[in-house]
């Protein structure tokens, strides 16, 4: 028992300072070595284990009884633990998630930091830790907003009151989208006009980013102060919602 926890604190030990290395390199790709160090560890407890009961004398065969008898648990209690155990190594191998990657699981949106054969960690823009079993991921669907690339592509609104020149919205948007360091000239940000709603012309705008790929908020909070100086300089208004009210007279009752 005392080898057993040598080796997995020993294991743990060095995986926390392989990716700690790792980390302090700009740019680095965590996905590969994380899952290379995670199978490894898992596979040198495997094989303690094995070596441990043989120096120990004991009867390989008595051993079946045993996993006879886990068989029977796994079958009405453990289902849950070893379709998690089974979805982490199906991780590990295929990579549909990986260290860093920006991902939407249940309406949570945040990065991977973590990612056991058990359950993964994904923490929020406010530093919550969230754990989600692997289970999670394979059977059912999650976005997965960095899985080919870095970029996202985000979308802003901005309403403008009736008597507004969508041409000059668009044109005050692109020029604002245009000064932004952390959005992408290539694509290049669109204007849609959306719709004409209830009370405003709806308009919102595409943009691209990688530097804020991981903090969408922050950029968006600063365009919307920035949208909110342009269309004061360019004298668009932003609408309040309104309601029109007609009253009509009736003729008086004989």
């Known amino acids: 028992m005392a080898t057993m926890i040598s080796v997995i604190l020993v294991l743990r030990w060095v995986r926390r300072a392989v990716m700690k290395k790792r980390r302090s390199r700009k740019g680095a790709n965590l ?3 994380n899952s290379i160090l995670i199978i490894t ?25 045993i996993f006879g008898a886990l068989s029977v648990g796994i079958g009405f209690g453990l289902q849950n633990i070893v379709n998690n155990f089974v979805s982490g190594i199906v ?7 990986k260290l860093g990657d920006r991902i939407v699981v249940d309406g949570v949106e945040g990065n ?19 754990i989600v079993p692997n289970s999670y991921f394979i059977g059912s669907a999650v976005i997965n907003r960095s899985l080919d690339y870095e970029s996202v592509r985000l979308k802003i609104y901005a309403n403008a009151a009736y008597g507004s ?18 959005i992408h000239k290539e ?24 530097e804020f790929a991981h903090t969408p908020d922050s950029l968006l909070s600063d365009v919307n102060f920035a ?4 269309f004061a300089e360019a004298k668009i208004r932003v609408p309040y919602p309104q309601l029109d009210l007609h009253v009509r007279s009736l003729p008086p009752q004989v």
């Open 227 to 230: 949208i909110s100086a342009a």
């Open 41 to 65: 560890s898992y596979v040198i407890i495997i094989l303690t284990v094995f070596a441990v009961v043989q120096w120990s004398g004991l009867d390989l065969s008595s051993l079946t009884i």
């Open 112 to 130: 991977i930091v973590d990612i056991a054969i058990r359950a993964s960690t994904l923490r929020t823009n406010e530093g919550v830790s969230v």
């Open 91 to 97: 991780i590990l191998l295929e990579r549909p998630i």
């Open 187 to 210: 694509p290049a940000p669109v204007v849609i006009f959306e719709a004409f709603g209830d009370s405003s012309l709806k308009f919102y705008l595409w943009v691209w980013t990688s």
């Open 31 to 33: 996905g590969p070595i």
């Open 165 to 182: 020149d969508p041409r000059e919205v668009e044109r005050v948007l692109l020029e604002l989208a245009s000064r932004f360091d952390g």
